[in-house]
């Protein structure tokens, strides 16, 4: 997929990690080359630069967590860069029928690869447990039905066409017969006639209009590189019920212009094609896409690993840094937790030798909820000096905030317990025996 833009950056890649240490020279060298590989691929210039600029930006200033490499950290901003670039993080949402069945356009200037993609469609639904049906309602183009009967007996799916009548009759006629015979996720393949995308939009305006469909995809072929853009953002200003595929990715030398100029519109990016067969189609999902094109299935995990370790440090560092309230507490547990149990991210700290208070390292995401509310309860004399809070106090706590006396209490000395080890921890800081850096 995307053949040689997948190469390069793989071979940039792989010049980068041989450098000796990454350091600025390095960094710079593997921005040349990603932007060579980037520009061969048709991708905009402007972009290129505009990409080229934000790795330098971010892989230089950065700041490396304990533990990682600088290295790491460079190719976790190229990877998330190129995400950004392709449509972010954010899975496509595909559209499923619920009670209703639902019906779904395909439209596209000739030869982009409509018909191709309509039983590639059927194919994906077919396998996720729906029961597709095919409309061909191209009355154009001849011998445009039997090539879609061919691809529905391959799939098993059933089909309705070549019958005479206007596109919008045949296709309104296929959609009420292919329902009542159990469809529930109708796919209609459309006449490619047009050449240019302004005549293409009249058309799927007119057809959408009668029978109006759920979702209309507009199917680009990769191999227009860049110029992908002017179709793709007369589509995206012509229907809010539109999404993209683009097609013809297996190879297509300008593969990631086209993929990069549709997403730069804002319109969404749901398949792509990358063959002739019926299976090789594929949901269109930027970091996994992104991961297989720079040849590093775990470029997401490390991308991870790196925000959550230097998450994990702040959260330490402000947690001895700050004299911990009763009131931080309960938000620095709750903001450690995110980050797993808080045992294993202090016994992360190698030599620390600290024993965490089961009753913390415990602390379930209920009580945590029960905590918050209890900590509202409070007066802020009582937040600051927790010592002076009597049982009366208790008792009107625990009413304040509909909990049991009891819950307080367990509040009060979950405290207490932290604090001790708050303060043997800055004990062990103070005799200059904490293994890592920490500047308080
Ligand atoms: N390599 C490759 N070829 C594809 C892909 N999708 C479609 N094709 C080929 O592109 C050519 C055109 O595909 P069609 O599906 O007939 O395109 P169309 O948009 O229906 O064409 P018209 O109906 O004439 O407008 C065929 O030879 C397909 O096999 C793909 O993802 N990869
Ligand atoms: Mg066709």
């Not at 940039?12 to 691929?41: M, T, W």
């Not at 589509?235 to 086209?258: E, P, Q, W, Y």
């Not at 009413?399 to 001790?420: C, H, I, N, T």
Request: charged share 30%; with cysteine; glycine share 8%.
């Amino acid at each position: 997929m995307l053949g040689k833009l997948g190469v390069s950056l793989r071979e940039a890649i792989k010049k980068f990690l041989g450098r000796p240490v990454a350091d600025e020279l390095a960094v710079k060298e593997l921005i040349k080359d990603v932007q060579r590989a980037l520009l061969l691929a048709d991708v905009n210039v402007g972009l290129v630069l505009d990409i080229s600029e934000k790795i330098e930006e971010r892989a230089l200033k950065e700041k490396v967590p304990s533990g990682l490499t600088r290295r790491d950290v460079t190719l976790k901003v190229l990877y998330e860069v190129l995400v950004e670039v392709l449509g972010g993080e954010r899975p496509p949402r595909i559209l499923y029928p619920t009670n209703k069945p639902i019906v779904i356009m395909l439209v596209g200037i000739q030869g982009s690869g409509k018909t191709t993609t309509a039983a590639k469609l059927a194919l994906f639904y077919k396998k996720k447990g729906f029961r597709p049906g095919l409309v061909c309602a191209d009355t154009f183009r001849p011998g445009a039905y039997d090539q879609l009967k061919q691809l529905s007996l391959k799939i098993g799916v059933p089909i309705f066409g070549g019958v005479d009548g206007s596109p919008v009759d045949i296709a309104e006629r296929g959609i009420k017969e292919l329902k009542s015979s159990g469809c529930n996720v109708i796919i209609i393949d459309t006449a490619g006639r047009h050449k240019s995308e302004s005549s293409l939009m009249e058309e799927m305006k007119l057809i959408a209009e009668k029978i109006r469909p759920n979702e209309i995809m507009l199917v680009i072929d990769a191999t227009i590189g860049q110029q992908a853009k002017v179709q793709a953002e007369a589509f995206n200003n012509t229907t809010k019920i539109g999404s993209i595929i683009v097609t013809k990715l297996d190879g297509a030398a300008k593969g990631g212009g086209a993929l990069s100029a549709v997403a730069a519109t804002g319109a969404q990016i749901k398949f792509i094609g990358v063959g002739e067969k019926v299976d090789e189609f594929e949901v269109f999902n930027p970091p996994s896409f992104v991961s297989r094109l720079l040849g590093m299935g775990d470029l997401k995990l490390l991308a991870e690993k790196v925000k959550e370790a230097s998450l994990r440090e702040e959260a330490i560092k402000s947690a001895l840094a700050g004299r911990l309230t009763l009131k931080d507490m309960v938000s620095q547990i709750e903001g450690l937790k995110k980050l797993g149990p808080l045992r294993k991210i202090l016994d992360m700290i190698p030599g620390l030798g600290l024993n965490l208070p089961e009753e913390i390292a415990d602390v379930a995401q209920e009580k945590l909820e029960k905590w918050t509310v209890i900590v509202k309860s409070m007066t802020e004399e009582e937040l600051e000096r927790p010592e002076i809070i009597t049982r009366s106090r208790i008792r009107r706590i625990a009413k304040g905030s509909g909990v049991k006396p009891r819950d307080v209490k367990e509040l009060l000395d979950s405290y207490e317990a932290m604090k001790k080890m708050m303060k043997t921890l800055m004990r062990k800081h103070k005799k200059g025996r904490l293994p890592f850096p920490l500047k308080l």
